[in-house]
């Protein structure tokens, strides 16, 4: 999702993965050096405006190497570009590895644009404790791994722990459900005089949102229908979500009464003090403390809230790579995925390093992420990470303990920004127009949905 704080995590492009064995990518091993080695071509590559980060970035190349003498890596700045895939591939001109959203994997897998990795996943470090979830955008009907996640977030629920002190709520027993949201909204509200909760409403953000609650009420933005996506804005979970914001609104008065906001500007007024509630993703702590000189105290985060449903959206990238590409050159791919991405989520020594480092560069440390491998690897190497917390991991636990519970849905697969754009009408009119007809909405905004999802099927 596009917002200040996510674009990172969720659906930005720059600085992507990709992977070219020389200038050729036949199906065979043709295009492996003379010599015996595998040439790949790795991007990710930060550019010369960011010197220490790009010096850091080419030391985890040579590290590599020395650890594969039998792979050279030449660095590259190439990323991935969803409007020119198709004719890429076609002409033979596709990277061998490229990260991709999590939206993409699915359609690229049923498309056969993507390359088979189950046998070179199998030879990794803990390959047989990964978190089924955290592959699953890149698993197919049968089990085979096409891809591997790099970096997931889920989206949660942040709130302010002094607030919730004066209003008589227990900090450390965050609400769970939908409902117990709008009690302790309401609680807040009253006892404070501040918005208890806030949701966004512009820039995409209000669809986003809307969508994720969709997921708990057990529904979807987007359905299949004849081989292809559709809106769903008019099926019952939608419907309830919006029902329940409204009644937050107008007949709670718990949400204050300025509603034309994107995600970004609610998290500066909640870092500020100003708002009880929010839904957002545990990485927004960094912005938290670095760009709005927020008060750590205040800080918590829970699971995303359920409705008839435990679930989340589950954004990020993954790492995808080219049918074309020979056995060794898939080999030699996810080696480096899984040395630059994996190996700190899988290895606590290297964890800990890692962290260290983090923590003596003044990076936010113990911040939590969506867990890629199972507690038997996950739990050392957060122990390690955590050697070197410099957050208040205590009030990241009722989201530690909750996600592990949460069913992970991926944001929308087509035309998910424009789907975006069109909810986020009906969210504003809602939260502004005390007279607006949730379901009219919908179906307003379904007509603006619908030409771009037939445009991106085409």
Same mark, same amino acid.
């Given at each position: 999702?596009?917002?200040?704080?996510?674009?990172?995590?969720?659906?930005?492009?720059?600085?992507?993965?990709?992977?070219?064995?020389?200038?050729?990518?036949?199906?065979?091993?043709?295009?492996?050096? +003379?010599?015996?080695?595998?040439?790949?071509?790795?991007?990710?590559?930060?550019?010369?405006?960011?010197?220490?980060?790009?010096?850091?970035?080419?030391?985890?190349?040579?590290?590599?190497?020395?650890? !594969?003498?039998?792979?050279?890596?030449?660095?590259?700045?190439?990323? @991935?570009?969803?409007?020119?895939?198709?004719?890429?591939?076609?002409?033979?001109?596709?990277?061998?590895?490229?990260?991709?959203?999590?939206?993409?994997?699915?359609?690229?897998?049923?498309?056969?644009?993507?390359?088979?990795?189950?046998?070179?996943?199998?030879?990794?470090?803990?390959?047989?404790?990964?978190?089924?979830?955290?592959?699953?955008?890149?698993?197919?009907?049968?089990? !085979?791994?096409?891809?591997?996640?790099?970096?997931?977030?889920?989206?949660?629920?942040?709130?302010?722990?002094?607030?919730?002190?004066? +209003?008589?709520?227990?900090?450390?027993?965050?609400?769970?459900? @939908?409902?117990?949201?709008?009690?302790?909204?309401?609680?807040?509200?009253?006892?404070?005089?501040?918005?208890?909760?806030?949701?966004?409403?512009?820039?995409?953000?209000?669809? =986003?949102?809307?969508?994720?609650?969709?997921?708990?009420?057990?529904?979807?933005?987007?359905?299949?229908?004849?081989?292809?996506?559709?809106?769903?804005?008019?099926?019952?979970?939608?419907?309830?979500?919006?029902? @329940?914001?409204?009644?937050?609104? =107008?007949?709670?008065?718990?949400?204050?009464?300025?509603?034309?906001?994107?995600?970004?500007?609610?998290?500066?007024?909640?870092?500020?003090?100003?708002?009880?509630?929010?839904?957002?993703?545990?990485?927004?702590?960094?912005? !938290?403390?670095?760009?709005?000189?927020?008060?750590?105290?205040?800080?918590?985060?829970?699971?995303?809230?359920?409705?008839?449903?435990?679930?989340?959206?589950?954004?990020?990238?993954?790492?995808?790579?080219?049918?074309?590409?020979?056995?060794?050159?898939?080999?030699?791919?996810?080696? =480096?995925?899984?040395?630059?991405?994996?190996?700190?989520?899988?290895?606590?020594?290297?964890?800990?390093?890692?962290?260290?480092?983090?923590?003596?560069?003044?990076?936010?440390?113990?911040?939590?992420?969506?867990?890629?491998?199972?507690?038997?690897?996950?739990?050392?190497?957060?122990?390690?990470?955590?050697?070197?917390?410099?957050?208040?991991?205590?009030?990241?636990?009722?989201?530690?303990?909750?996600?592990?519970?949460?069913?992970?849905?991926?944001?929308?697969?087509?035309?998910?920004?424009?789907?975006?754009?069109?909810?986020?009408?009906?969210?504003?009119?809602?939260?502004?127009?005390?007279?607006?007809?949730?379901?009219?909405?919908?179906?307003?905004?379904?007509?603006?949905?619908?030409?771009?999802?037939?445009?991106?099927?085409?």
């Amino acid at each position: 999702m596009r917002t200040p704080w996510s674009r990172l995590a969720a659906c930005c492009t720059a600085g992507m993965l990709a992977i070219t064995a020389g200038a050729c990518s036949s199906s065979d091993s043709s295009s492996d050096a +003379a010599d015996g080695k595998v040439t790949i071509t790795v991007t990710d590559m930060p550019p010369t405006t960011q010197g220490t980060l790009r010096k850091q970035f080419t030391d985890q190349v040579a590290a590599f190497e020395r650890a !594969h003498p039998d792979i050279v890596v030449k660095p590259s700045e190439a990323v @991935w570009d969803a409007k020119t895939f198709a004719a890429r591939l076609a002409g033979g001109q596709l990277e061998t590895a490229f990260i991709v959203p999590l939206t993409e994997p699915q359609g690229l897998i049923n498309r056969h644009q993507i390359a088979d990795i189950t046998d070179q996943v199998k030879s990794l470090p803990g390959a047989d404790q990964f978190d089924k979830r955290a592959l699953a955008p890149g698993t197919d009907a049968k089990g !085979h791994n096409y891809g591997l996640p790099t970096s997931e977030f889920a989206l949660s629920l942040v709130y302010n722990r002094e607030l919730f002190k004066k +209003a008589g709520l227990d900090p450390d027993n965050p609400p769970k459900t @939908w409902d117990e949201v709008r009690q302790d909204a309401k609680a807040i509200s009253e006892k404070t005089g501040l918005p208890g909760y806030a949701q966004p409403t512009t820039n995409n953000t209000g669809g =986003w949102t809307l969508t994720a609650m969709t997921y708990t009420y057990g529904g979807r933005i987007e359905k299949e229908e004849g081989g292809k996506q559709v809106a769903a804005f008019n099926d019952t979970p939608v419907r309830q979500a919006l029902d @329940w914001l409204k009644a937050l609104r =107008w007949q709670d008065n718990s949400m204050g009464t300025q509603q034309l906001r994107d995600a970004g500007e609610i998290q500066k007024s909640f870092s500020a003090g100003r708002i009880g509630m929010m839904m957002a993703t545990p990485s927004t702590y960094v912005d !938290h403390i670095t760009k709005y000189n927020g008060d750590p105290k205040i800080y918590g985060v829970a699971a995303l809230p359920s409705a008839s449903r435990s679930a989340t959206m589950l954004g990020g990238k993954m790492a995808v790579i080219n049918p074309k590409a020979s056995a060794a050159q898939r080999e030699a791919a996810v080696k =480096w995925i899984d040395y630059y991405y994996l190996r700190a989520k899988h290895d606590a020594a290297e964890a800990g390093t890692r962290a260290k480092a983090e923590a003596a560069d003044g990076i936010p440390v113990g911040t939590p992420t969506v867990p890629l491998y199972q507690p038997a690897v996950s739990g050392p190497v957060d122990e390690a990470r955590n050697e070197h917390a410099t957050v208040p991991l205590e009030n990241f636990e009722p989201f530690i303990n909750g996600v592990k519970q949460q069913e992970f849905v991926v944001e929308p697969a087509v035309a998910a920004q424009d789907v975006y754009a069109a909810l986020d009408t009906a969210v504003a009119a809602v939260l502004t127009r005390k007279s607006a007809d949730p379901q009219a909405e919908l179906d307003k905004a379904e007509k603006k949905a619908v030409p771009a999802l037939e445009r991106a099927q085409r």
